[in-house]
């Protein structure tokens, strides 16, 4: 049974459901491991608190909108 678990910026439910159907689709095609035996956990981290280098992507968000 696959466990996939992916950490991100948070998410909307929208990209998290879009997201897991894609990567759990991915692995059921390439292994015929079926759908319902692949496990696929999201860990959402704020983007105050993921860092690029020296800066917060919520820094990088702030003045890409500039």
Same mark, same amino acid.
């Given at each position: 049974?696959?466990?996939?678990?992916? $950490?991100?910026?948070?998410?909307?439910?929208? /990209?998290? $459901?879009?997201?897991? /159907?894609?990567? %759990?689709t991915?692995?059921?095609? #390439?292994?015929?491991?079926?759908? *319902? $035996? +692949?496990?696929?956990?999201?860990?959402? +981290?704020?983007?105050? *608190?993921?860092? #690029?280098?020296?800066?917060?992507?919520?820094?990088i968000? %702030?003045?890409? /909108?500039?």
């Open positions: 049974m696959p466990y996939i678990h992916i $950490d991100w910026i948070t998410q909307n439910q929208e /990209k998290r $459901d879009e997201v897991s /159907k894609r990567v %759990a991915a692995v059921n095609e #390439v292994t015929g491991i079926a759908l *319902n $035996d +692949i496990w696929v956990v999201f860990k959402d +981290i704020d983007a105050e *608190n993921w860092y #690029v280098g020296d800066r917060s992507v919520a820094k968000r %702030a003045e890409a /909108k500039k």
